[in-house]
């Protein structure tokens, strides 16, 4: 599960990358970043139009709030602590925003992106 989270965790950052440093256009790049990751977890879960607004929300928070953390971080421990708690309430906001059966389909593309990264 840690590897999941940091696996999440670097993405994340890794999209947001010089964001931190952007100045006014945080916003609009977050915006990006969030709409992309909405549209790839469409594509997979079948979202409904409500879902994917929804979860469109819940991404641009997520990175929003990723993008906090590492600015107010330099502890690697107290990073990591950080990123697990924003990835867990993001599960448990995903969770009740997705169906069932589509939280299995977020399930199994987690694990196979996990599976592939740590070959």
């Known amino acids: ?19 931190s440093q952007a100045g006014p256009g945080d916003g609009a790049r977050l915006r990006e970043r969030a709409t992309e990751l ?17 979860v469109r929300q819940l ?3 997520l990175l929003t709030e990723m993008n906090e953390a590492r600015k107010i ?8 602590a950080a990123v697990a708690d924003i990835q867990l309430r993001y599960e ?4 009740t ?3 069932p059966r589509q939280m299995a389909v977020y399930d199994q593309t987690k ?6 990264s740590t070959r």
Not at 92 to 95: E, F, I, S
Request: glycine share 4%; hydrophobic share 50%; with cysteine.
């Open 59 to 61: 991404n641009l928070r």
């Open 38 to 54: 909405t549209r790839n977890l469409a594509a997979k879960t079948a979202l409904n139009e409500g879902q994917y607004v929804k």
């Open 73 to 80: 971080t330099n502890d690697a421990a107290a990073m990591d």
């Open 111 to 116: 694990q196979n992106m996990t599976a592939l």
């Open 92 to 95: 448990w906001d995903l969770a």
């Open 1 to 19: 599960m840690k590897k999941v989270l940091t696996l999440l965790a670097l993405a994340c950052m890794c999209a947001a990358g010089h964001d």
């Open 97 to 99: 925003i997705l169906r």
